[in-house]
């Protein structure tokens, strides 16, 4: 198998046959084989009844993996690797904002191209409003001054790779996954390709801005310390701030004879205080979490069940 595509779904049940057509359309006289993994993410519509009508088609080879329950999209992209056979393997998503043409246009370079081993798209031209422009560019330059790995801010996982950084991907096992974070961490050389998203073809986006605030923290959690080491330059700052003041209010009385102050200040250095404790435990507490639900070592995810052509 030449090329495996890989489809995470979350209630698309308007959109898989449209992305399954898209995709033959595309791959028509390409002169290799393909197949198209679709993974429902414990989906609430008809997105499986859906899939299980393609399977039984069969008009192109479809291989469908159905989660328990919802686990997200970086556990659907992990199932979807793991029942991949393919040389090449592509993350696209199925509303069809992320065209299948684009996806033969990667392995065109792949193959011509053999120093590169991935091909990841960014868009040229955002459609989004400015203040998620803006939060996604802050996000990128903090986790960037944070992080040892450096992100390209406008990639995303819409890409297509060799088999060997599938197995690279395969081999990280962490429950709490970031896949830009993660294929930045691999390595592997990456050719980046522009393109621009198309309307969804059916449905509305299921990311909201708090999803993306909780995505952004994964990130910066799972691949920095820096906060970490900020609870501890926050201690240490305030308490030097402390004992400052503590010698300024002493020589105060000793030599000019001014009254400690009252209950003014302390009220406002005991929520100083407070505030900056609750802060450092906070941070701690986030690492300490994500230590607890990885030290469980539960699976990534469920599959209620696989439907595979090969078995038929």
């Not at 986790?143 to 690279?168: G, H, M, W, Y």
């Not at 980046?192 to 605030?213: D, E, I, V």
């Not at 205080?273 to 230590?291: A, D, P, S």
């Amino acid at each position: 198998m030449k090329l495996s595509l890989i489809v995470p779904c979350y209630n698309e049940a308007e959109n898989v046959e449209a992305f399954q057509n898209a995709v033959i359309a595309a791959f028509s006289g390409c002169g290799y084989d393909y197949e198209i993994v679709f993974v429902d993410d414990g989906s609430g519509d008809a997105t499986f009844h859906n899939l299980k009508k393609l399977h039984a088609a069969q008009a192109c080879p479809v291989k469908v993996i159905r989660f328990s329950r919802n686990f997200g999209k970086e556990a659907a992209l992990y199932a979807g690797l793991q029942h991949a056979s393919g040389e090449y393997l592509s993350l696209i998503d199925a509303d069809l904002q992320q065209r299948p043409e684009i996806v033969r246009e990667m392995v065109e370079i792949l193959d011509r191209q053999p120093e590169y081993d991935i091909v990841a798209a960014y868009q040229d031209r955002r459609g989004e409003g400015k203040i998620l422009s803006a939060f996604k560019k802050c996000f990128y330059s903090v986790i960037n001054c944070l992080s040892k790995v450096k992100l390209r801010p406008d990639a995303s996982d819409f890409r297509t790779f060799r088999r060997s950084v599938a197995e690279s991907l395969l081999s990280l096992g962490e429950y709490h996954r970031f896949s830009k974070g993660i294929f930045a961490w691999v390595g592997y050389s990456t050719c980046f390709l522009p393109y621009t998203a198309q309307a969804r073809a059916a449905g509305t986006s299921k990311w909201n801005f708090r999803k993306l605030m909780n995505y952004a923290l994964e990130g910066i959690i799972g691949f920095s310390t820096a906060p970490l080491r900020l609870a501890t330059y926050l201690g240490c700052c305030t308490a030097l701030a402390a004992m400052i003041y503590l010698v300024v209010v002493v020589l105060q009385k000793l030599i000019a004879g001014i009254d400690i102050p009252g209950y003014a200040t302390i009220i406002v250095l005991i929520l100083f205080l407070g505030g900056m404790q609750l802060l450092c435990i906070g941070i701690i507490g986030e690492y300490v979490g994500k230590i607890f639900e990885q030290s469980k070592d539960r699976p990534i995810y469920i599959a209620k069940e696989v439907l595979d052509y090969k078995e038929e």
